[in-house]
T-cell receptor
Framework: GAVVSQHPSWVICKSGTSVKIECRSLDFQATTMFWYRQFPKQSLMLMATSNEGSKATYEQGVEKDKFLINHASLTLSTLTVTSAHPEDSSFYIC???????????????FGPGTRLTVL | LAKTTQPISMDSYEGQEVNITCSHNNIATNDYITWYQQFPSQGPRFIIQGYKTKVTNEVASLFIPADRKSSTLSLPRVSLSDTAVYYCLVARMDSSYKLIFGSGTRLLVRP
């Protein structure tokens, strides 16, 4: 099946620094990628939709200047958390939309997630 | 996007069949129903997707009545490793496609 990877799997940084998270679709081309954030014991919250070669579409309440998303190729999207603060500590998950050949429509393949801890 | 409602949690025992029902009263014509499974500290994993009637794959079945206002995920003979959170999602299969996750159902399978 389709594989999506994320790097790094975890990161610890100091408050005020920026952190970049990479999301790659390994065996298929993803026109659309998504970024989610998940706090402990909570559901996934969609942050933004990223289309290759165009600006990301952010969900309401998500600061586009704080969470910079770049989708420069069909296999790579990056999320940069700028000037991170402790409240940005969370589990960040990306996904890529595609089809698996199982007769589904627009199935999302999720990455393993990145645990960000801001001290 | 159609809002989904599902039980917060369910308990079961190994070997039993588990049915998780999700309501989506305002589902639209172009919407498909998809279920995902998530283990702690992992990304969600696709389980099954359907539009109407019944869909079955190697891990689960999905029952969708004619009015499509609800759906039931059926897991046959669960094992301890099926303990996870299960999300029911409704999404439009067009250029506006995106997934909005609800609270999910936390399934606990006991020995």
């Amino acid at each position: 099946g389709a594989v999506v990877s994320q790097h790094p799997s975890w990161v610890i940084c100091k408050s005020g620094t920026s952190v970049k998270i990479e999301c790659r679709s390994l065996d298929f081309q993803a026109t659309t990628m998504f970024w989610y954030r998940q706090f402990p014991k909570q559901s996934l919250m969609l942050m933004a939709t990223s289309n290759e070669g165009s600006k990301a579409t952010y969900e309401q309440g998500v600061e586009k200047d704080k969470f910079l998303i770049n989708h420069a190729s069909l296999t790579l999207s990056t999320l940069t958390v700028t000037s991170a603060h402790p409240e940005d500590s969370s589990f960040y998950i990306c996904s890529a939309a595609g089809t698996s050949g199982r007769g589904t429509y627009n199935e999302q393949f999720f990455g393993p997630g990145t645990r960000l801890t801001v001290l | 996007l159609a809002k989904t409602t599902q039980p917060i949690s369910m308990d079961s025992y190994e070997g039993q069949e588990v049915n998780i029902t999700c309501s989506h009263n305002n589902i639209a014509t172009n919407d498909y129903i998809t279920w995902y499974q998530q283990f702690p500290s992992q990304g969600p994993r696709f389980i099954i997707q359907g539009y109407k009637t019944k869909v079955t794959n190697e891990v689960a079945s999905l029952f969708i009545p004619a009015d499509r206002k609800s759906s039931t995920l059926s897991l046959p003979r669960v094992s301890l490793s099926d303990t996870a959170v299960y999300y029911c999602l409704v999404a439009r299969m067009d250029s506006s496609y995106k997934l909005i996750f609800g609270s999910g159902t936390r399934l606990l399978v006991r020995p």
